[in-house]
C-alpha cells in the first residue's frame, strides 16, 4: 500500500505565496506521475497541476499558469506545489495525488481523478482578501 502525505498548508492573505509538498511511503517505487487537486466548499474536485516522469513533463489548469509551479522527483516520490500570487478563489482543500505505473494516454487525460490511483489526506489552503 502506498500513502501520500502533504503538508504546507495554511492561511496566507491575498497575494501572498505558499508551497505545498507531498510524499509517497509504504509499497513505493518509482512514480510515474504526481498531481495536485483542490476541492472547495460545495464545488466538485478539480485538477490543478501534475509532472510527468522521466520528461519532467508539467500540466497546469488555466487558472494557476503564471502563479502556481509544481516540482518533484519521481526517485524519491516527492512533488511540490509553488504558489503565488495567492487569490481568494484559490482557497480549498488540495490533494496530491499519485499514478504509479505508465498510463497510456495521460498525457491527455491527466486532469482526470480517475487517472490516479493513489490520494492524500488534503491539506487546507485559505486565501483572505
Known amino acids: 500500500q502506498v500513502q501520500l502525505v502533504e503538508s504546507g498548508g495554511g492561511l496566507v492573505q491575498a497575494g501572498g505565496s505558499l508551497r505545498l509538498s507531498c510524499a509517497a511511503s509504504g509499497r513505493t517505487s518509482s512514480t510515474y506521475a504526481m498531481g495536485w487537486f483542490r476541492q472547495a466548499p460545495g464545488q466538485e474536485r478539480e485538477f490543478v497541476a501534475a509532472?510527468?516522469?522521466?520528461?519532467?513533463?508539467?500540466y497546469y489548469t488555466d487558472s494557476v499558469k503564471g502563479r502556481f509551479t509544481v516540482s518533484g522527483d519521481n526517485a524519491k516520490n516527492k512533488v511540490s506545489l509553488q504558489m503565488i500570487s495567492l487569490k481568494p478563489a484559490d482557497t480549498a482543500v488540495y490533494y496530491c495525488a499519485a499514478v504509479k505505473k505508465y498510463t497510456p494516454y495521460y498525457s491527455r487525460r491527466y486532469h482526470l481523478q480517475s487517472q490516479y490511483s493513489y490520494w492524500g489526506q488534503g491539506t487546507q489552503v485559505t486565501v483572505s482578501s
Open positions: 509532472m510527468r516522469w522521466p520528461a519532467g513533463t508539467t
